[in-house]
T-cell receptor, first 111, second 115 residues
Framework: GNSVTQMEGPVTLSEEAFLTINCTYT??????LFWYVQYPGEGLQLLLK?????DKGSNKGFEATYRKETTSFHLEKGSVQVSDSAVYFC??????????FGTGTSLTVIP | GAGVSQSPSNKVTEKGKDVELRCDPI?????LYWYRQSLGQGLEFLIY????????KSGLPSDRFSAERTGGSVSTLTIQRTQQEDSAVYLC?????????????FGPGTRLTVT
């Protein structure tokens, strides 16, 4: 079947630290991969996406590379800020009919 | 104009009552999704509408849950005979429903509490 497994949180980092949130997937077809972010008190919003192998999605200093060989889509940022504190969700979709989300990883960045 | 809207934002109901949750998608978006987000859990897919096609109901957890979409726009999720385990945030999302990105735009959610 289709599923997403992401790193359990919560994650606490100091400002300017390097961030990695791991995400691996299982898919019956050829998925598109997504990272969504949910800031405190706000709805989910798309952070970045990649639609084929070796594509790199990037936005707001975050990056993730679609690795078919390792079925992974790890989220990285070189220097986190307090404003990056949020819950991050990895997701996949095969056809656009259904999206499969991970359980979310809570990130807290302290000054 | 605006994004996806949902109402009510909060709903407290007694066990056994029926509730209706409403979603207004972005104008022109043909695809609409309902999810449930329980405390400490990820998003659980419930149902998907695409244009005039029959909805994908494969995620509905029981026959107490139903949803409809009128005129290809507004959608209502109905939960009959609510149970305490139905307490969650119910999220609606819409998308253009075409292309290879299927980017979804989420509403703020309805927080349902069943007492």
């Amino acid at each position: 079947g289709n599923s997403v497994t992401q790193m359990e949180g919560p994650v606490t980092l100091s400002e300017e630290a390097f961030l990695t949130i791991n995400c691996t997937y299982t898919a019956t077809g050829y998925p598109s991969l997504f990272w969504y972010v949910q800031y405190p008190g706000e709805g989910l919003q798309l952070l970045l996406k990649a639609t084929k192998a070796d594509d790199k999605g990037s936005n707001k200093g975050f990056e993730a590379t679609y690795r078919k060989e390792t079925t992974s889509f790890h989220l990285e940022k070189g220097s986190v800020q307090v404003s990056d504190s949020a819950v991050y969700f990895c997701a996949l979709s095969i056809t656009g009919n259904q999206f499969y989300f991970g359980t979310g990883t809570s990130l807290t960045v302290i000054p | 104009g605006a994004g996806v809207s949902q109402s009510p934002s909060n709903k407290v109901t007694e066990k056994g009552k029926d509730v209706e949750l409403r979603c207004d998608p972005i104008s022109g978006h043909t695809a609409l999704y309902w999810y449930r987000q329980s405390l400490g859990q990820g998003l659980e897919f419930l149902i998907y509408f695409q244009g005039n096609s029959a909805p994908d109901k494969s995620g509905l957890p029981s026959d107490r849950f139903s949803a409809e979409r009128t005129g290809g726009s507004v959608s209502t999720l109905t939960i009959q005979r609510t149970q305490q385990e139905d307490s969650a945030v119910y999220l609606c999302a819409s998308s253009l429903g075409r292309g290879d990105s299927y980017e979804q735009y989420f509403g703020p959610g309805t927080r349902l509490t069943v007492t």
